[in-house]
């Protein structure tokens, strides 16, 4: 997606232990007009399935997710990264976080993940995998068919696209797959 490797380069900061800044317009500050050219680009990919609901996780997922559902007029449904008060009786999953160098444990009700949702996951980054690990348990506990997995920006000289595309029944598909990153140098994967 042109669009989107143009912004990284140009508004992006690669900074040193391979991390993409990208917080003045996906993850902090957000355009707005990026995001909704980013869910057209998952309509693109993502049209000829059959879901029904959208699933990401807190917080950099929602605004991506929110407006694929507003195209696709589905729910979204966002996994919490604590156990609210007033979620009772719901799916846990463990997680650890590569940026936040943390383990912690994501949520979902039972009320808005079950057997007969057919569900496309979206979220910011794809690096080590750990967070779409841990929304695959929770959507196999669930028993929902996950269907496809988007990502905004994939860090393919991680392990986690390569460990999620060994899952042959799942379509995985990034917006920009990063080759490497150096301080202040990004390489893209051929497309």
């Known amino acids: 997606m042109k669009l989107l490797k143009d912004r990284i380069l140009n508004d992006g900061k690669s900074l040193a232990g391979g991390i993409l800044k990208v917080d003045n317009f996906i993850n902090h500050q957000m355009d707005p ?23 990401t996780i807190e917080a950099s997922g ?29 799916y846990v999953s463990e997680v650890h976080s590569f940026t936040k160098n943390r383990t912690y444990d994501i949520c979902v009700s ?7 949702d057919k569900v496309l996951f979206i979220d910011d980054f794809l690096a ?10 929770l959507i196999q506990q669930s028993g929902a068919a ?9 860090k393919s000289f991680q392990e986690g696209g390569k460990r999620l595309r060994e899952l042959s029944d799942i379509r995985i598909e990034s917006l920009a797959r990063i080759k490497s990153l150096e301080v202040d140098k990004v390489s893209f994967e051929e497309d």
């Open 128 to 137: 080590n995998g750990n967070a779409a690990f841990g929304m695959l348990d």
């Open 62 to 90: 929602i605004a991506p997710a929110i407006m694929l559902g507003y195209l696709l007029e589905l729910p979204v449904v966002f996994v919490k990264k604590a156990k609210p008060k007033t979620m009772g009786d719901m």
């Open 110 to 116: 039972k009320e808005f993940l079950s057997a007969d």
């Open 33 to 55: 007009v990026l995001m909704k050219s980013i869910a057209v680009e998952f309509v693109r990919r993502f049209a000829d399935l059959p879901i029904n609901k959208i699933i």
């Open 146 to 154: 996950l269907l496809g997995m988007g990502f905004i920006i994939e």
